[in-house]
């Protein structure tokens, strides 16, 4: 670990209540108020995507997995996706935080299928997403 945060208990008994048990939609982590460790911020149980949209501030930085449901030829799929949000309006100290942090939660979330990067909404939102989903699953 880059930058020793290392991600709280908490953050691995969330993501498998979500990838496991499907018990909400998304979760959202921050860094603690110290930036000695991940947290969970969020678990959020709304099926709108513009929900989890919202709930990613505007100039702090967050990592979220999100069960995203999306079509394919032949009917519905449901894939985890790691975000890492980087607001361009963030501090600088808190975006190399989070950039040499990622790590520590990511190496512990067995099952993410694709990983997105945002700063800005329009790299999270969910076409850009599902369209990157799409081109994994080929």
């Known amino acids: 670990m880059a930058s020793g945060v290392a991600a709280n208990d908490d953050c691995m008994a969330a993501f498998n209540e979500l990838k496991l048990k499907k018990q909400f939609r998304y979760i959202v982590y921050k860094l603690s108020a110290n930036n000695k460790e991940i ?8 099926t709108d995507y513009e929900d989890f949209i919202g709930d990613l501030p505007e100039k702090e930085c967050r990592f979220a997995v999100y069960d995203v449901p999306y079509e394919v030829e032949g009917g519905s799929r449901n894939k985890l996706v ?17 950039a040499s942090s990622k790590d520590a939660l990511r190496r512990q979330l067995v099952g993410i299928s694709t990983e997105v990067q ?3 909404i329009s790299e999270v939102a969910y076409d850009t997403v599902v369209e990157k989903l799409k081109r994994v699953a080929k």
């Not at 947290?39 to 709304?46: F, L």
């Not at 790691?82 to 989070?98: L, R």
Request: hydrophobic share 35%.
């Open 39 to 46: 947290v969970v911020e969020k678990k959020g149980e709304s």
């Open 82 to 98: 790691f975000y890492t949000w980087a607001p361009e309006d963030a501090p600088i100290k808190g975006k190399m935080v989070a």
């Open 118 to 120: 945002g700063s800005d």
